[in-house]
């Protein structure tokens, strides 16, 4: 085109944009390696293409990072190879990509079912959301809530069947974090110690909103409660709104659709009175947190002398940062005490005001 659309404000009107043409895949030259034509495969199935050739770039084709995260994965996956994003942006073509794919870049640990030690620890995520919870704050503040309106008859024991199924099926919807010892472990209890009850709750239309925000904004006793409740509003035989909250140490935005289609299924299976019939999952959460520790190792007890160095040189310890060193003799100087003046207010009603008193006198002044 000519020109951009512009708006009447001089911004560009992405409205009246006409349609990207559709990338077409070159007919330039096929793979050439068994690890070429996965690639190029893997490249025509992320970016919808028939066809890819060996020395097409992913990004000319029509990639984003976004596409590039899912390909370094699939990679991952298909071609038991470890990549990185930065891989794919140096190399963008299948040709270039093979060669970061050989026998020197050793894959990950592939992510599989582990056995369960004595005490399972806490995901790095779930160490954050644990000391944000122990802080204190907005006690509510990582509470995950889902709402919905329900019209037709509900089968609130069909419901309380589907919620234990799906606490079964999924661990961390049954885990509770205990101190022990120091540190925190997941306790992973039994699907019927751990199912909350489904209550059903009889409201008015004015109080819904406070109906709905109660349990919403009820805080978590992580250490004793399972981070899943589920109350049911009625506002009529044939009318209901459901309240399901989570707490994000248990779950984010990606979890949405795998956690309510496995509750639909089960709440469908059960009015129909059956079990729903899920297939085991291939891993779970503490499977996952397992297989993190392995692959990033515990940096507490990672020998010094394996830490990552900064620096050369002689020095109370391996690794010693250059930058504290003299630069003519190598060594790391002493500690010593330095002084230093802090500001302090004058005055509690004008902390930074100045009343040009004596110290005495302003302690007697602001007491």
């Known amino acids: 085109m000519p020109a951009l659309p512009l708006t009447a404000n001089g911004k560009l009107d992405v409205a009246a944009l006409p349609d990207a043409e559709r990338p077409v895949a070159a007919t330039g030259r096929p793979p050439a390696t068994p690890e070429e034509e996965q690639l190029c495969a893997l490249f ?12 097409d770039s992913f990004f000319a084709l029509g990639g984003h990072s976004l596409l590039a995260t899912r390909l370094v994965s699939r990679v991952r996956a298909t071609m038991n190879a470890e990549l990185a994003i930065r891989d794919l942006f140096e190399a963008p073509t299948p040709t270039q990509l093979a060669e970061r794919t050989g026998p020197g870049r050793p894959a990950r640990p592939a992510l599989t079912r582990r056995p369960r030690p004595d005490r399972v ?16 704050g907005a006690p509510a503040t990582y509470n995950f809530p889902l709402v919905f309106r329900l019209r037709g008859e509900l089968d609130a024991a069909a419901l309380q069947q589907a919620v234990a ?10 885990t509770v974090f205990r101190p022990l010892d120091g540190t925190v ?7 019927a110690e751990a199912t909350p009850e489904v209550t059903v709750t009889d409201v008015e239309r004015d109080g ?62 059960r009015r129909a009175g059956r079990e729903p019939g899920f297939a085991p999952l291939p891993v779970q959460y503490a ?37 504290w060193r003299c630069r003519s003799t190598g060594r790391v100087p002493r500690s010593r005490r330095v002084r230093a003046r802090w500001p302090r207010p004058c005055c509690r009603r004008r902390p930074t005001a100045g009343c040009g008193r004596s110290r005495r006198g302003r302690a007697r002044a602001c007491s």
Do not use: K, M, N
């Open 44 to 55: 025509a199935e992320l970016l919808g293409l028939p066809e890819v050739g060996a020395e």
């Open 165 to 174: 199924d799906v606490v079964e099926r999924h661990e961390v919807l049954r």
């Open 208 to 269: 819904l909103t406070a109906a709905v925000t109660a349990p919403a904004r009820r805080p978590f006793d992580l250490t004793a409660e399972a981070p899943l409740r589920v109350e049911v509003l009625a506002l009529a035989p044939d009318e209901h709104v459901l309240v399901v909250v989570l707490h994000h140490i248990t779950t984010d935005e990606w979890s949405d659709r795998p956690f309510l289609t496995d509750l639909s299924t089960a709440y469908a299976a």
């Open 121 to 136: 620890p806490l995901s790095a995520a779930q160490q954050r959301l644990w000391l944000a919870d122990q802080l204190g």
């Open 287 to 323: 499977d996952y947190t397992l297989w993190l520790d392995e692959l990033l190792g515990d940096p507490a007890t990672r020998p010094r002398a394996a830490r990552p160095s900064s620096g050369t040189g002689p020095g109370p310890w391996p690794g010693c940062p250059t930058s």
């Open 185 to 191: 472990v997941q306790d992973i209890r039994s699907a």
